[in-house]
Every structure is written in C-alpha cells, then in structure tokens.
C-alpha cells in the first residue's frame, strides 16, 4: 500500500487517525451543518447528506456565518464531530471550529491535500509533529 | 504566543476563573490561527442567547455559556465576574412584544427574559441589533474591536475603518471578558488592503444596485478584499450597508474600499499599497444582470404573501421612506408586512407616528431579531419579497421559501398589490 507523508503546522495537537472524507468545496457551519447527526445539509455542498462523523475532515476552510464555530460545538457535543481536521485556508470560522471541535488539526501542509488524499484513504494526523500520513486506500 | 504580564496574571487565574477560561480560550485560538500576541480591545459584540434545548440539558445560564461561549466543561461565573471590555449583544431570536406572532413559546419568551437578565447583570449592553452602529456604537478608524455578525464587522472596518475579524461565539465572549483578542487578520495593516480590481461600469444608484454590486463582488473575490472603482454618484450609509450585508452573504468580504469615500483609501493606488491587484474584474450591465437573476433564482411565483424590510436593521430614514410609500395604503389581504428595526430606534418611529402610519396599513414594526436569525416566517407564507440581498440569499435556505429581491417600491407595491411586478430597468 502507498504511504505518502506531508508536513505542515499545528492548529489543535493530538494525534488521530481514520477515514478521511475529502472535498474541495468550502463548507459552512451555520445552515451547513446538522449537529444532530453530524450530516451535511447546504443543498448546494458536493457533500450534502453525508455524515463528518468520526472522519478526518480534509476540506480548502471554512465559509459562511460567524456561526461557525458554534454550530460545530454542537455537532461535537453530540458526539457527532470529525476525528480531525485538514485544511489550508486560515480564517477565524475555521481556528476557532477548530479549537472548540476539541480534534487534531493541521494546516499550510507541503503538498495540497485536496489532490493528495481522496475519501476513504486511512489517513493518520500527528498534529503536534505537524505531520499527516496518507494511506491510499 | 506572547502574553503581556496582565494576560499571563488571567491566564494563571489572579482575575478569577471565568476570565481565566476566557484568557485558556484565547490562547488555544489565538495559536490555531498563528498569531503571535493579543490586542486591547475596548468594543466587543458578540451573540450570548441561550437555545432552549441547552437549557434544559445544562440547568444554568452558567452551565451553558461556559460551555458553549467558553469551551469550559468547568462552570464559571460568566455575569458574577462581569465584563471587562464593553460589551454588546447583538440580534436575538424574538421580538419581545411580537413573540407570538413569530410563533415563540410562553416558555420561549420567559427564557428570553432571564437571558436579557443575566446579560444585563453582567455587563453586556443590550443593544439587541445587527446594527449597533445605528444606535450609538460607532467604532473611529483605527479602534480595535471583536465584532461577530458578518454585516456589521464589514461595514465598521470598511466605511469606518475600525478593525476587527469576524469572530465565532466564544472569541467574541473571552474578549468580553479579558479586553483581548488575537492580533491576527484584518487587526494588521497589510492585511487591510486591497486584493481585486472592480471596475464600475454602469450606473449604482439605488439601494437594489448596491445590493446587486455587493452580491457581485462576494460572488468574485470570496473572503479577499475588493477595491471598488468608477463610483459616480455618492453613497449613502443605508447603501453601504446594504452593499456589505450582500457581499459578506455571498462571499464572506469582511473588508473593502470604494477609494475617496471609505475610510482608508483616497485613491486606488492607496487601497491596494504598493500592491499589483490580483485580479482586475468588471461589474457591467451583464454582470449586474448575473447577480439579480441570482438573487431573484428561487422566485417564480408572482403571487407575494410577505414584505420583509430591515435586513441588516433598518435606519431611521429607511423607516421614514418606507412611510412615505405606504402612508395611506392599506396592505393586500394576502400579504403580510414585517420591518425590523433597532429597539432604540423604535422608540424614535413609535414618537414619529411612523410606526403608527405602519400599522394603519396593516404591517408590523419590530425589533431585535430578523427571520433569518430567529428562524421564524408568518404562518403559511410561501413567497417573500424584500429589499435585502441578505435576507434573500438566506432565507430561502433556511425556511424553504421564494424570495424576490427588488427596490424599496417594488416592495411596497408588492405588500399593496399581493403581486410582484418589479424588474431589472
């Protein structure tokens, strides 16, 4: 099986590893997010009615309402939030979802993560190290 | 990050437990964006209004909001330690005289009350507005602030030129309470200028045409920084308003200049630095096409039931012009009229005989909240139209209905006739 390695920095440490659920789309919280399940629900999102639970989340950022970060809290609290987290562009949204989302997560990786990982590749987030260790599926 | 001996003496516990939540919280977030240190900030608004559900589930105002507005499972004393920084809330979920009418619960309501209750107990200003800068919270240029609501943080760091991000429930809650925020994003210089070129090249005049240029503008250039060239007729605040509240809706534009008429650019060259554009883009006659037949997309059924007016809040003077087109009218027997409005500034239009004229043509004057933000229509409405490009792009998202966007008197026309009849001219 091939391994590839990527090297970026830490936004919440911890180590992790799953299933990766990738998109190249940005994603919303508030409107975008169900915390009851942890599904998907902006109609427009290549990803609507899929569930983050449990995945490692691989996505460009976070977009929308300054509601983001809460309506991931929610999702968390109901035990429905990602394993973790990859993406590359910083906002606010996407910090703070991160840091209430209590999960590994890494950004400003080496190489793009949106054409290296695809869904259901084993990926493993050493986010103190800032390393992501991709199996291809 | 580097901490000041007064955020490390918070951070260690001296001022209190709530505000060494606040501080922990701070520094997780402040890491996780990469910010090297923290900035004074004397101006914060944030979003503190309990879900019922949470309530119920976490038994305190406390429980919930060290929980949800603190990542705390411990539980601090959020209103007993008070806010360092002043404070703002912004919109809530329900008028507190139309509740019902918005389809809220007894129960609801009283939640609503003791939530105002323990906020005001802790320091937080009511202001219950998406607008606080219509109402007496108008940052100065340069002031460093920790705003939520997308509307509001574009409009005080471009027409103003005050400087804040936008920020998440409970970043705008630790700065509440610590005076602090990471120093990160639009809080430095070079992040305040300008990205993308756009050329102007057909008339913006009318509210509907800052709406249509905003929702342009988010579309393109998404979360960057749009310089706007060959404006010819001056704005006004309602336009500019209208303006960010559509670009931040459909990009997530937090900052922008329009140069000779925002607060931190004279000329384009000044906007951009010493800065080439990333992209140079036109708004013509086609474009201006583009983003109305985006607007208008879940529309098709002319039969209109409600009249939304006052997304983001409405001034004074829109309340005034909405009067002088509906003085003496009376609504169609189908439609509903709904304006929201700043509580503060309701107590101006009830003085004015404004909300009279309102309610003589069978509409409603409210305040506080907004359909999108508290999750409520009339009974049964299928078909809205509204001046807003916000409340457009949202609520048929969330509420499963069909939005026209249009001018001001296509909307009075609208609630008078039960019929949309407006156009692109």
Not at chain 2, 168 to 188: E, V
Request: overall charge negative; charged content about 20%.
């Amino acid at each position: 099986m091939k391994t590839v390695v990527l090297h970026g920095r830490k936004v919440v440490g911890g180590v992790v590893e799953g299933e990766a659920l990738v998109t190249t789309e940005m994603v919303s919280g508030w409107g975008g997010i169900n915390p009851a399940d942890g599904k998907i629900i902006d109609v427009r999102h290549e990803l609507h009615g899929q569930s983050v639970k449990g995945k490692i989340l691989v996505f460009p950022g976070a977009k929308g309402s300054s509601g983001w970060s809460s309506l991931f809290h929610y999702t968390r609290r109901n035990g429905n939030a990602p394993s973790g987290l990859i993406f590359n562009v910083m906002n606010t949204k996407a910090a703070l979802g991160s840091v209430v989302i209590h999960a590994p997560a890494v950004t400003g990786l080496n190489q793009n993560p949106l054409e290296i990982i695809q869904s259901g590749d084993w990926v493993k987030i050493d986010a103190d190290q800032g390393i992501v260790e991709v199996t291809k599926k | 990050m580097r901490l000041t001996d007064d955020e490390k003496a918070m951070l260690d516990g001296k001022e209190g437990r709530a505000r060494q939540k606040a501080m922990d919280l701070l520094v997780r977030y402040g890491e996780a964006l990469g910010a090297e240190r923290l900035v004074d900030t004397n101006n914060v608004g944030g979003f503190m209004v309990a879900k019922k559900h949470h309530m119920d589930e976490l038994g305190s105002f406390d429980a919930l909001f060290s929980e949800f507005n603190l990542d705390s499972s411990e539980v601090v004393e959020f209103a007993k330690d008070k806010v360092k920084a002043f404070s703002c809330q912004f919109e809530t979920t329900m008028d507190p005289e139309f509740w019902q009418i918005q389809g809220k619960s007894q129960e609801d309501y009283e939640l609503m009350l003791a939530n105002e209750k323990y906020l005001a107990s802790g320091g937080v200003a009511l202001m219950c507005t998406c607008t606080p800068y219509l109402v007496g919270n108008v940052p100065i240029k340069g002031e460093h602030c920790a705003w939520m609501e997308s509307s509001a943080v574009v409009y005080i760091n471009s027409v103003l030129g005050a400087r804040t991000n936008a920020e998440g429930n409970s970043s705008s809650t630790a700065a509440m309470l610590t005076g602090k925020i990471p120093y990160w994003g639009f809080h430095i210089d070079e992040n305040r200028l300008g990205t993308h070129l756009i050329d102007v090249e057909c008339a913006v005049e009318n509210q509907m045409d800052w709406g249509l240029l905003g929702y342009y503008a988010g579309t393109m250039v998404k979360e960057r920084v749009p310089v706007i060239n060959g404006i010819k007729k001056l704005p006004n605040l309602i336009k500019l308003k209208q303006f960010g509240a559509a670009a931040a809706s459909s990009g997530g534009v937090e900052m922008y200049h329009i140069p000779g008429i925002t607060a931190e650019a004279r000329t384009v060259e000044e906007a951009f630095g010493n800065r080439q554009p990333v992209e140079r883009l036109r708004f013509g006659k086609e474009e201006r096409q583009m983003a109305y037949e985006a607007l208008n997309s879940t529309a098709k059924d002319t039969n209109v039931d409600f009249v939304m007016f006052g997304c983001p809040h409405a001034s004074i003077e829109e309340i005034w012009e909405i009067c002088k087109l509906l003085e003496g009218k009376r609504l169609h027997e189908n439609t509903v009229l709904w304006v929201f409005t700043p509580r503060g500034l309701r107590e101006i239009a009830d003085r004015n005989g404004f909300t009279k004229i309102i309610n003589d043509a069978g509409g409603v004057l409210m305040s506080d909240t907004c359909p999108a933000l508290g999750q409520f229509i009339p009974k049964g409405i299928k078909v809205m139209a509204t001046n807003s490009g916000k409340q457009a792009h949202y609520l048929p998202n969330i509420k499963g209905i069909q939005a026209w966007y249009g001018t001001t008197e296509e909307c009075i026309d609208a609630a008078v006739t039960g019929q949309w009849r407006g156009g692109l001219k």
